[in-house]
Every structure is written in structure tokens, then in C-alpha cells.
């Protein structure tokens, strides 16, 4: 089956620094998709992204498909931001419904 | 617009015992989904359901079983509990449409334990 890479496993970082974490993938995909799990568990949606680049506030994300990885970028990063993140893709090959996900980025952002 | 709701939120079990957990969605979506979550191992699929009426298994469906009871609802038992099976649950739902092919969200999960 596919395989889904993240790194840096973890992440330690000063509030207002930037941050970009990394998401490999074996095959081609239909669907990328980016979670922040919070400290209290909930899985966020932060971007559907099999192609192209996205921007929500402080948060963008580029995939370049053909090459098989995908960016996250973090700006100006917050407390708030703790948590791990988590890429899950969607072989296109394989079955339509099942998301592989990454063993994720665990980010800890200081006051 | 609740998105996906599940109950219960917690859960202790002895070895054996059996329980259904419950999932609930409003966004009128097709597919359903349930993961377990693991410490160092993400999440893996146990079971999903395309569409109503249909169930299929995904990477760690033994000692479970489910049943999608309409489109809004998708439940996950244990028969006979096992400490392996302590773990956190989620269960998910996924748009398709024309610009989204199964984007999955996700419940607020039931955290699991097994004695």
C-alpha cells in the first residue's frame, strides 16, 4: 500500500517563528488532506489538498503531485498551534474510500 | 450543524465485555468511516461504508463489527473486548462533489479502555 512519510517528527519552536513541515508519498494520489490534532484530541481540518497551493490565514499548503510531497507552512506561529499534524492521502490506485494517514509532526510552540 | 457527533466519550470495559459505539452525522454525506488511534501509529481504517445500505473492511477489522443503520448513522461494535482494543476511536464522513473527492471529517472520538 501507499506510504506516507511527515517530517520533522517533532518541532519545538518560539511564538512568531515560521515553520514548514514536510509530507512524502509513495504513489500518485486523489486526495491530500492536512489535520491538526489539538491537545485535547479533535481532529481539525485544515486543508483538502491533492494538487496545487492553498492559504488560509496564517496557514498555506503546497502539493506538488508529480513529485509526490506536500508543504505545510506555518507563519507567525501561536500557542495555540500546539498539537500534532497529521497528512493523510488517498492512493488513487487503490481503494476510493481509504485514508492512509502519516505518524504526524508533533509542534510545541512556547510562549 | 453539528458535523459528526459520537457518544460515548469515555469507556472502561472488562475483558469480554461487549459495546456499541455510536456515530451521527448531518452533512448529508455518503461515506462513513471508523479509525482507531494508537500512540506512534496515526490512525488506521477498521471499517467503512461507501454508501447506505453497504459495508466493506478496512486495515484492523477483526473483533469488530459494524452497521450503518441509515445515512446518518454508522455504529462500531465489540463483541468480546480486549485489552489490544483499548485505543482512542474517531469515526468520520466523506464529501464527494464536484470540486471534492471524500474529504473525511472527523468526531470528537471515544477514548477506549479495556481491562
Known amino acids: 500500500g501507499i506510504q506516507v512519510e511527515q517530517s520533522p517528527p517533532d518541532l519545538i519552536l518560539q511564538e512568531g517563528a515560521n515553520s514548514t513541515l514536510r509530507c512524502n508519498f509513495s504513489?500518485?494520489?486523489?486526495?491530500l488532506q492536512w489535520f491538526h490534532q489539538n491537545p485535547w484530541g479533535q481532529l481539525i481540518n485544515l486543508f483538502y489538498?491533492?494538487?496545487g497551493t492553498k492559504q488560509n490565514g496564517r496557514l498555506s499548503a503546497t502539493t506538488v503531485a508529480t513529485e509526490r510531497y506536500s508543504l505545510l507552512y506555518i507563519s507567525s506561529s501561536q500557542t495555540t498551534d500546539s498539537g500534532v499534524y497529521f497528512c493523510?492521502?488517498?492512493?488513487?490506485?487503490?481503494?476510493?474510500?481509504?485514508?492512509?494517514f502519516g505518524k504526524g509532526t508533533l509542534l510545541t510552540v512556547n510562549p | 450543524n453539528a458535523g459528526v457527533t459520537q457518544t460515548p466519550k469515555f469507556q472502561v470495559l472488562k475483558t469480554g465485555q461487549s459495546m456499541t459505539l455510536q456515530c451521527a452525522q448531518d452533512?448529508?454525506?455518503?461515506?462513513m468511516y471508523w479509525y482507531r488511534q494508537d500512540p506512534g501509529m496515526g490512525l488506521r481504517l477498521i471499517y467503512y461504508?461507501?454508501?447506505?445500505?453497504?459495508?466493506d473492511k478496512g486495515e484492523v477489522p477483526n473483533g469488530y463489527n459494524v452497521s450503518r443503520l441509515n445515512k446518518r448513522e454508522f455504529s462500531l461494535r465489540l463483541e468480546s473486548a480486549a485489552p489490544s482494543q483499548t485505543s482512542v476511536y474517531f469515526c468520520?464522513?466523506?464529501?464527494?462533489?464536484?470540486?471534492?473527492?471524500?474529504?473525511?471529517?472527523f468526531g470528537p472520538g471515544t477514548r477506549l479502555t479495556v481491562l
Open positions: 468520520a464522513s466523506g464529501k464527494t462533489g464536484t470540486s471534492f473527492l471524500n474529504e473525511q471529517f
Open positions: 489538498i491533492p494538487s
Open positions: 461504508s461507501a454508501s447506505e445500505g453497504t459495508t
Open positions: 452533512m448529508n454525506h455518503n461515506s
Open positions: 493523510a492521502v488517498q492512493d488513487s490506485g487503490g481503494s476510493n474510500y481509504k485514508l492512509t
Open positions: 504513489d500518485s494520489v486523489n486526495n
